[in-house]
């Protein structure tokens, strides 16, 4: 039952971690107890008992028969199976098979929420895999037959994008030199994979940018550049985002609504979203400078002419994104089982966003509309809480939303020459005359936190809400 939930359900299914078949015909030898060396397997004791967390989180949630947390504390159950024997996965002899378990136990680490664990789990697992070679090319003096070959390959790849994922949500640095890459991607996926090709390419090509893109944004070199090398990059970085979004085929294109009956096989509509998510926010990442007044501040280039002409229009793309990403939850069947990103980091980073682009730009044309985005994107996370009996969600962004409406009825309420307009530089400017901005420390570059400031670390949001880690697994231990 749990077994097929993860097939059937888990997102994660779709980069092929587990070769079903594979899968489920050792686990009926298992159960036949046909041969001992299966029981005696760790890899295979801890591969088997994260998918069986991972479905039962999924069956669960999915079906709400029980309460958020207990749905949670019984798939913990299955999951700390594994994680008693990750010490002997990552010490011992780094086997294909060790690799494959460590890569299911990231995943399901990943959708669960916990950035400080789903980033050490993606060390461990990264580590392990390079050890093996998994990233380069396997010589063909293994003598590893078509298919053994391509098993590996999209290990790899799999790992590679859940990775990227993570570091560059967070704002941590990658495990990942994309430099000492051979690991071709294959063109096929292997008979009875839940693998879908198509789907698969486009995810590896927006880790590829994007993770070009933060090594890029977060490097010291880039930091202590002037304004017009910054804008520079900024701008280069965005063009890379452009030529992937441009090679998305029909199905996939962002923009497009998403239609399920038309979908590709082993392709669910959360993801579709988890593409278009991508793309939106990669826009963020590259111009979210530009759209708060603290970081171009902290980078000592707010003053700048170059900077600030450039600002408004940026501003504008970021908050685009953010609207997109907003019209993106109606594609979205909301359950809580849905990964952390889907529910949680994105939401958040559109909501923020928007949120900033509405109180810098009180007057813009778009305004009332965007009060509205802000609303539903509350209105999310209210359905989050209720989902969740209380235990997820973010009850501060009813609060925000309000503020917004507060700040946008001040400025129309002013003199009918503050009114009107467009360009967001131009409302910071009016509303910095009202309000007291504390002075900033003197800053340099090689004490920088991009995290601290990243728009999708769970800091930000525990900034704006006081609340404590997304999840926490010690809430789930078995006593």
Not at 146 to 153: D, I, L
Request: glycine content about 4%; hydrophobic content about 40%; charged content about 20%.
């Amino acid at each position: 039952m749990y077994t097929s939930a993860f097939f059937d359900h888990c997102f994660e299914a779709i980069f092929g971690i587990v070769h079903r078949p594979h899968f489920e015909d050792r686990l009926r030898a298992h159960f036949e107890q046909d041969s001992k060396d299966v029981t005696e397997d760790i890899a295979w004791y801890a591969l088997r008992n994260t998918i069986y967390a991972a479905g039962c989180r999924q069956l669960l949630l999915r079906e709400q028969s029980v309460k958020y947390a207990q749905a949670q504390a019984e798939a913990f159950r299955y999951f700390y199976r594994a994680f008693q024997v990750q010490t002997d996965l990552m010490y011992g002899p780094p086997t294909l098979e060790a690799v494959r378990a460590l890569t299911a136990m990231m995943f399901y680490a990943d959708s669960t929420g916990n950035q400080y664990f789903e980033y050490m789990m993606c060390a461990n697992t990264v580590g392990l895999a390079q050890a093996r070679g998994l990233h380069r090319q396997p010589s063909k003096a293994l003598q590893l037959s078509p298919v053994e070959v391509m098993h590996r390959n999209w290990l790899w790849w799999a790992i590679y994008c859940c990775e990227n994922k993570v570091s560059f949500r967070s704002g941590r640095p990658s495990f990942i030199n994309d430099a000492n890459i051979s690991c071709n991607i294959p063109d096929q996926a292997p008979p009875g994979s839940t693998i879908n090709v198509a789907f698969f390419k486009h995810a590896i090509k927006i880790g590829q940018y994007t993770a070009q893109i933060h090594r890029r944004i977060t490097s010291v070199a880039t930091i202590r550049q002037d304004a017009t090398q910054f804008v520079q990059t900024m701008n280069e970085s965005k063009e890379q985002i452009e030529i992937w979004r441009e090679s998305m085929g029909d199905g996939f294109a962002v923009g497009q609504p998403i239609k399920p009956e038309r979908l590709p096989p082993n392709v669910r509509p959360l993801h579709i979203t988890y593409l278009h998510f991508a793309y939106y926010a990669g826009i963020q990442a590259v111009f979210t400078v530009f759209t708060c007044p603290w970081l171009s501040a902290f980078l000592n280039i707010d003053s700048d002419p170059l900077f600030r002409l450039q600002a408004a229009n940026k501003a504008t793309q970021v908050a685009e994104a953010a609207r997109g990403i907003i019209l993106m939850f109606k594609a979205m069947e909301l359950n809580a089982g849905l990964p952390a990103w889907a529910t949680f980091y994105f939401p958040m980073s559109a909501f923020t966003s928007l949120f900033v682009f509405v109180v810098n730009s009180p007057n813009s044309p778009t305004v009332q509309a965007d009060l509205s985005l802000l609303d539903i994107a509350a209105g999310h996370f209210s359905h989050m809480e209720y989902l969740t009996s209380l235990e997820l969600g973010a009850s501060f962004s009813r609060e925000a939303a309000r503020l917004a409406r507060e700040v946008v009825g001040k400025a129309r309420s002013k003199p009918a020459t503050r009114m009107g307009s467009s360009n967001p530089q131009e409302d910071l400017d009016m509303n910095a005359s009202t309000v007291s901005i504390p002075q900033l420390e003197s800053f340099q570059a090689d004490e920088f936190d991009y995290e601290g400031w990243n728009m999708y670390s769970l800091d930000v949001a525990n900034v704006w809400s006081g609340e404590s880690d997304f999840l926490d697994f010690t809430k789930f231990s078995p006593q």
